[in-house]
């Protein structure tokens, strides 16, 4: 199951004129990684640097917040997360993501799909209005008598709480949070070793030498472009 995808981008290239990419899906295995390097000539050698030029997939408001240096690991990791979670699941984290909590890093939103549980989503609940009616006519939270009702302002009602509760609409319904938020993933070292998956592409003797012959080649012509030759006047 692919979760999202990125267009990765030899960055030497480009910074030579040259678009040189390949899309790489998620969840992705280092035999991936490794293929999708090597045709786009980011071999460890002539090219080491690379980076994101675009992000698509299905997950609502994700891409928003994800950068062109992420690293690969990382992506891997909260790609594998978010392919456990169910339909229900995906659709709160959708919610969040548009709320914006916890998304200022990729680090961020693995730990907001590890604390899904302290969110809880009303699907179809996108107003004020509605959401007063449902508190007071479906939840009773607020005695209003028969009479009362038909001039009742439900939708001052539903602000209120919005703000009083930290509610949010989102375009799926409304979002609520309770519980204490964890913190779980720290940092690269908590990645589980099934989903690193960064490599350089292996090559063989061959490729090693002619990578290694087009870096000294590449240096040299560069030296005589800083270094040009003087010539001396014999008189």
Do not use: W
Request: proline share 3%; net charge negative; charged share 30%.
């Amino acid at each position: 199951m692919t979760v999202f995808e990125a267009y990765i981008t030899n960055l030497g290239k480009y910074a030579e004129g040259q678009l040189v990419g390949e899309t790489l899906k998620f969840p992705a295995t280092t035999e991936e990684v490794q293929s999708r390097l090597k045709n786009i000539g980011v071999d460890g050698v002539r090219y080491e640097e690379f980076f994101i030029t675009a992000f698509d997939g299905d997950v609502m408001g994700l891409y928003d917040y994800l950068t062109e240096y992420e690293n690969l690991d990382e992506l891997n990791h909260l790609a594998h997360l978010i392919s456990e979670l169910d339909s229900d699941e995906i659709e709160t984290l959708e919610a969040t993501l548009n709320k914006g909590d916890h998304t200022s890093s990729v680090a961020d939103i693995i730990n907001l799909v590890h604390n899904l549980d302290c969110y809880e989503l009303h699907p179809g609940v996108t107003d004020d209005e509605t959401l007063g009616r449902i508190y007071v006519e479906d939840m009773e939270l607020l005695d209003v008598p028969d009479n009362v009702l038909p001039y009742f302002d439900f939708e001052a009602y539903g602000r209120d709480m919005r703000i009083n509760e930290g509610g949010h609409f989102a375009p799926t319904g409304y979002l609520t949070r309770s519980g204490d938020f964890k913190e779980v993933y720290h940092g690269i070292e908590d990645i589980p070793a099934e989903h690193r998956i960064f490599a350089y592409p292996k090559l063989n003797i061959r490729e090693q030498m002619a990578a290694y012959k087009e870096v000294i080649d590449r240096s040299s012509l560069e030296g005589k472009r800083l270094h040009p030759r003087k010539e001396h006047d014999d008189r």
